[in-house]
Nanobody
Framework: QVQLVESGGGLVQAGNSLRLSCAAS????????MAWFRQAPGKEREFVAR????????YYADSVKGQFTISRDNDKMMVYLQMNSLKPEDTAVYYC?????????????????WGQGTQVTVSS
């Protein structure tokens, strides 16, 4: 497992951008695929984006494709989520997650490492 701490959330107006960061610790980070999930009030946690171990493979939920970009810096042990053109429906708690599986995983129960989450609120 890896230990994860998210940051960068906040209150923004619709149309603006925000970049979330996830700081990782643990020897296995470089062999972990990483992802971002989000959970809005009263809704289930949903997959947002995933990046492979080397950073060359990415996968996005249809709802954020072309709007969000996931990236990672293995030397700094960081994962990022650049969110552009934010909409009120993007309001949620955003979680960083990690898995040792090399397959593209999109279910929360397929990830064994989680951060505490960071709140993103988009006002209209």
């Amino acid at each position: 497992q890896v230990q994860l701490v998210e940051s960068g959330g906040g209150l923004v107006q619709a149309g603006n951008s925000l970049r979330l960061s996830c700081a990782a610790s643990g020897r296995t980070f470089r062999v972990y695929a990483m992802a971002w999930f989000r959970q809005a009030p009263g809704k289930e946690r949903e997959f947002v984006a995933r990046i492979g171990m080397s950073g060359t493979s990415t996968y996005y939920a249809d709802s954020v494709k072309g709007q969000f970009t996931i990236s990672r810096d293995n030397d700094k042990m960081m994962v990022y989520l650049q969110m552009n053109s934010l909409k009120p429906e993007d309001t949620a708690v955003y979680y960083c997650a990690g898995t040792g599986s090399s397959y593209t995983r999109i279910r929360p129960d397929e990830y064994d490492s989680w951060g505490q989450g960071t709140q993103v609120t988009v006002s209209s």
